[in-house]
């Protein structure tokens, strides 16, 4: 109302005043910022008319008026028009009146004028009105007439919910009440909001992938039905998730800050575009809550604001350190992110968690008894013969085959295998997409230092597809949709001993991160070095099992016991494959030595610990902010590109509101 109330009263100002902001400033930009403003780069002399102090007015006005295309001002060369009479004589009764600069007037507390006088004073209503009645006077015009109160009616629900009214028969400002308490209120306010938030539930560039941004949405249509203060509406979205002990709505207030456009498509640069999206918060900032267009400072000085190139990486600090990549997921939402339930699903999950922590004590509780009863059962088990079934999509003993060498492994048969032999299956089996756990586990006694072992993939090194293989006798997985940039291949760390039998195995648990892939060789978990890292596809593909092929590579040595999951086995169920005793021993007396409470216990633990997770997996997310253990280093970027990098800079607000720098930290 403040800034409505300025500006009516600029416009009823005497026509023979003259202000800097209103009608000099617009002429010194247009004509004369170019080569006499904030922009240093582009500076042709050390004159600044930006500032004051700096101009000499007889001189301005000579060179504004000269004849001679060489002096006059602005130079014919730089395609500007000469000033026009008007704007000769605006400047002229600027100089002689002082000369007097004024700050923009966005950077201007606003200042409540005084009411002018009018003539009609029946008319006015509130303060506004003096300012509308004045100008209407000033134009020779009257006020139409009030409208009829059906009108009005419509006018105003149309105006403040979106929606024709419904036949009232209440007083005028009941009804508008009626309207302001309603839910539609609500929405019709967060459009305006969702727009300058950049929302959408998809992801805007290409193939426009979808996301789920629908809470944040939520939250915002509440935030107006609530009424919430709007330093804490602010607050909140720019930086909840700093503030002490945040709550669920205070993170999922930042998705504000995650709904720009984000590009999955192949062969982009991945700085590149994460770059841009810090650019873009940056820019929506400034455009939102600082009512300016800082863009132009992304690659030199602004030439009309006083916003200098360094100003708007600064503000660009604040948001450098989200952990993200330019390269996104294109089939959800992409991290960080959160479960973000609604309130009867908040409920439910409660219910479900506490089940689960029940279950837990009773398990808990039943330990010191399976630890008394284990020792006794396993004296009786000379001939055990157990080993992990659950999940287990195929299982190849590998016994005496045609065309293939028969020899004795550690577990039952096995077979030699060459660059001229190896078997064929059901790629059913093997079919694993980004998101689905899996294990691959066989007996080996390799000759050779690069072979696969398992595969279900397409032949040829580069090929899509899940393999396990001997790689410079290291043992390397591979879980590839397109070998540039879709995928992740992790090694272990030694390498494995040639023309030796050992066990290995690799589990992977289905979060699309390389940290979730385990190897154990002979039963014990193996350092590993992940080499790429960016399973965010799905891999779908027709292809076989393949036992001793894949990745255009074949074994050379025994194979035995060849065993595919579609879950990760535990460490101990990895034990036990390798012949592990105790491991076997553990597991399988609690599938077949068990005492009733114990077998009852475990099963409920599992069902209610499978119902928690499936219910989880219904639960909506909404990407949000967050920050990096450790700020990444931002610099002034030349010319706005993400690969020249300048001066670094700290995190602070641009100079001109004067509030000082803050660490990354405190966006608050």
Not at 384 to 390: Q, S, Y
Not at 585 to 607: M, N
């Amino acid at each position: 109302m403040i800034a409505l109330l300025f500006i009516l009263s600029a416009l009823t100002a005497s026509a023979q005043s003259v202000s800097f902001n209103q009608h000099v400033r617009p002429i010194l930009s247009d004509k004369c910022y170019a080569c006499h403003g904030p922009d240093s780069a582009s500076a042709q002399s050390k004159l600044r008319l930006d500032q004051p102090g700096h101009n000499r007015g007889a001189d301005i006005l000579k060179r504004v008026t000269s004849k001679s295309p060489v002096l006059r001002m602005p130079p014919q060369y730089a395609g500007k028009d000469p000033l026009s009479p008007a704007e000769i004589d605006t400047l002229r009764r600027w100089i002689e009146s002082g000369a007097r600069y004024e700050s923009h007037w966005a950077f201007s507390p606003p200042a409540r004028p005084p009411l002018p006088e009018v003539r009609d004073s029946k008319w006015v209503r509130n303060p506004i009105d003096h300012f509308i009645l004045a100008r209407l006077e000033q134009e020779g015009l009257a006020p139409s007439p009030e409208a009829a109160p059906a009108k009005l009616r419509r006018r105003a629900a149309l105006d403040l919910t979106g929606l024709p009214p419904n036949p009232q028969s209440s007083p005028y400002e009941a009804f508008i009440d009626t309207l302001l308490a309603s839910p539609r209120h609500a929405e019709r306010m967060a459009l305006d909001w969702l727009e300058a938030a950049r929302y959408a539930d998809t992801n805007g560039y290409q193939s426009d992938g979808v996301r789920d941004m629908w809470r944040w949405r939520d939250w915002v249509i509440q935030a107006f039905a609530s009424n919430m203060p709007f330093d804490r509406f602010t607050v909140e979205q720019i930086a909840g998730d700093l503030l002490p002990n945040p709550t669920m709505d205070q993170r999922l207030a930042t998705g504000f800050h995650r709904n720009h456009r984000t590009s999955a498509e192949g062969g982009i640069v991945d700085e590149e575009f994460r770059v841009e999206y810090v650019a873009d918060r940056t820019e929506t900032t400034a455009n939102v809550w600082l009512g300016l267009t800082v863009g132009c400072a992304r690659c030199h000085d602004h030439k009309y604001d006083p916003i200098p190139q360094k100003d708007f990486y600064r503000l660009f600090a604040f948001f450098n350190s989200v952990p993200e990549r330019g390269f996104v997921w294109n089939f959800g939402n992409e991290p960080p992110l959160m479960k973000a339930p609604l309130p009867d699903q908040a409920l439910r999950l409660a219910e479900l968690d506490a089940r689960v922590s029940q279950a837990q004590s009773r398990w808990n509780a039943l330990q010191a008894l399976i630890e008394q009863r284990r020792p006794q059962w396993a004296e009786n088990q000379a001939n055990l013969d157990w080993t992990p079934t659950e999940g287990l999509t195929a299982h190849l003993p590998l016994h005496a085959h045609q065309d293939f060498k028969s020899v004795p492994g550690p577990n039952g048969p096995a077979l030699q295998f060459n660059s001229n032999r190896y078997l064929n299956t059901s790629g059913e089996s093997a079919r694993f997409n980004n998101q689905d756990p899996f294990t691959f586990a066989a007996w080996i006694k390799p000759e050779t230092e690069n072979g696969a072992i398992l595969s279900h993939s397409e032949d040829y090194f580069e090929g899509s597809g899940h393999t396990l293989y001997i790689l410079n006798g290291k043992l390397r997985l591979h879980a590839i949709f397109r070998w540039s940039d879709l995928g992740m291949r992790i090694e272990s760390a030694e390498p494995l001993q040639q023309g030796q039998w050992q066990h290995v195995a690799a589990t992977y648990d289905g979060s699309m991160r390389a940290a979730g892939v385990r190897m154990y060789v002979n039963g014990r978990p193996v350092k590993t070095n992940i080499l790429f890292d960016y399973m965010i596809w799905p891999i779908t593909l027709k292809a076989p099992l393949r036992i001793g092929a894949g990745g255009g590579l074949r074994f050379n040595g025994a194979i035995g016991d060849a065993r595919v999951y579609n879950r990760a086995l535990s460490p101990l169920e990895a034990a036990s494959l390798a012949g592990d005793r105790d491991a076997t021993l553990r597991l399988a007396f609690l599938d077949l030595g068990a005492p009733p409470e114990v077998q009852k216990s475990r099963a409920e633990l599992k069902a209610a610990t499978t119902a928690r997770d499936q219910f989880l997996g219904t639960i909506p997310t909404s990407m949000v902010m967050a920050e990096l253990p450790e700020p990444r280093e931002t610099r002034v970027l030349l010319r706005g590109a993400y690969d020249a990098p300048g001066d670094p800079v700290s995190p602070a607000v641009p100079s001109i509101l004067q509030i000082g720098r803050a660490s990354c930290r405190e966006r608050v």
